[in-house]
């Protein structure tokens, strides 16, 4: 019996998957090499810096801290420009609907991301207010598929992670989800999010 849902952000509520490629892609670019939507793949629910630590490996390029520091944030500049422009109308179909259905049932609410932007995105999309709990990139160590992030939130809603269920795109996310003792509804395809007790298309398919 779920008392607390716990939603991945990038790919569940909001599509950033398509902002933070580009921004990859342009910095693969500037580097000399070509970033593909497959290699984008491997980078979805990873780390900033894990993200660019697996970019560099497909380039084939070696970086030195200080220069790999300048990359990550030249990538996180050019992100954030993007999604400043984001409006509420981008939030993904079903998603606040199905959010506001849960609080009208006394389930609480928190967010599990591994962005550091979490908050800012909520902002731009007016939905802050929806959420009893934040926690995102900037509150964890130890990035999906460890079960840090799902742990601190349930913790954070005052529950057992077993009394939560976990709303993940990514296949780390999944990971993580099942690693923290939650039940776990994936988004998006079976074959990729094989591991997940239910798998939906998108959130819109849960509204009642
Ligand atoms: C995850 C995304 O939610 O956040 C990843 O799926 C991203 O693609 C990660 O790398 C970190 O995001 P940010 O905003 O801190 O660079
Ligand atoms: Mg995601």
Redesign the pocket.
């Known amino acids: 019996n779920m008392k607390g849902a716990i939603f991945?952000?990038?790919?569940v509520i909001v599509d950033?998957?398509k902002y933070?490629f580009l921004a990859w892609k342009s910095l693969a670019n500037q580097l000399g090499f070509e970033f593909t939507e497959t290699d984008n793949e491997r980078?979805?629910?990873?780390?900033?810096v894990?993200?660019l630590r697996i970019l560099l490996e497909i380039g084939g390029i070696e970086a030195d801290e200080r220069t790999f520091n300048e990359m990550?944030e030249s990538?996180?500049k050019e992100?954030?420009a993007s999604?400043a422009q984001l409006q509420p109308e981008e939030i993904l179909p079903g998603a606040k609907t199905y959010l506001q259905q849960l609080r009208s049932q006394g389930i609480k609410i928190a967010l599990g991301?591994?962005?550091?932007?979490?908050e800012f995105?909520l902002s731009k999309l007016e939905i802050a207010d929806l959420f009893d709990a934040v926690i995102?990139?900037n509150k964890v160590a130890k990035a999906k598929p460890d079960p840090e992030v799902f742990i601190s939130a349930s913790s954070a809603l005052g529950l057992d992670p077993k009394d939560c269920v976990v709303f993940e795109?990514?296949e780390a996310?999944v990971q993580a989800g099942k690693a923290s003792g939650s039940k776990v509804v994936g988004i998006g395809s079976p074959e990729i999010l094989s591991e997940a007790d239910l798998v939906v298309p998108g959130l819109a398919a849960l509204v009642k």
Do not use: F, M, P, Q
């Open positions: 991945d952000l990038d790919g950033t998957a933070h980078l979805k629910g990873v780390s900033r894990e993200s990550a990538k996180n992100y954030v999604i991301s591994a962005s550091k932007n979490a995105i995102d990139g795109d990514a996310g």
